[in-house]
């Protein structure tokens, strides 16, 4: 019998999503709330098994790009800690941000601010010259900043294939640029959900006496920015569907 089974577990689009990428909204559960309080993500009833599912057997560790803000937002109860923005915060398995994962993370942010602010400036000047209706923050905790996020006003995405296109051709080298259904992320290179899943293991669940042979570790995963992360595990869990799995 092993001594433990772990779940690393992106949550977008993987456990739930907003009410755009479902088909219908039958039996759906409210699974994140906006910043005003109202309902935004959704669980379906087969999301809503599949994590009971989990639950009964493992121990769940959310994998997610959310700030802390964000994942306050989410409803659903996690207890054993969570990597959020993208690796950039490691929150241990009381909830706090481990000191020696935000110290790292610390330098590389400020390392990487002034590409950050470069891909800001950049999208304001591709706005002023014509490409509408997109939006853009950088998002981050503790003060640091992680990654640039751009949406589509009011939801629009259509200019979300060419604001990942041109943000790749000119900061590919320096980040990596993902495009989703609703957005665009660009994150430094060193911001990595696999290193931070990779340091959450070591830190808190391998002791001396429990090593890596003695655990079933599963990942799931929607996206390419999950594959790292989800090859350190034993299984692999991908909805079908999803960007991920077309890839594959
Ligand atoms: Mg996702």
New binding site residues.
Partial sequence: MLPGAYIFL?????VFQTKSGLPNTDGLSVAAVDEDGDPLSFTTSRQDAFLELLSASATLVPVTGRSVTAFRRVVLEFDFGAVLNYGGLVLNPGGQADPDWLSYARVKALEAKPLLDAAGAFLQRKRASGLSGIEFKIVGDLGLDFYLLARGKGGDSKNLPETAAILQSEFGSDARVYLYDGNVSLLPKYLDKRAAVEYFINAFILTPDISRSDLLLLGA???EA?RGFMSLCDYQIIPSGCRLSKIL
Avoid: M, W
Avoid at 10 to 14: G, K, Y
């Fill in positions: 992106d949550l977008d689009d993987t995963g929607d996206s999950d």
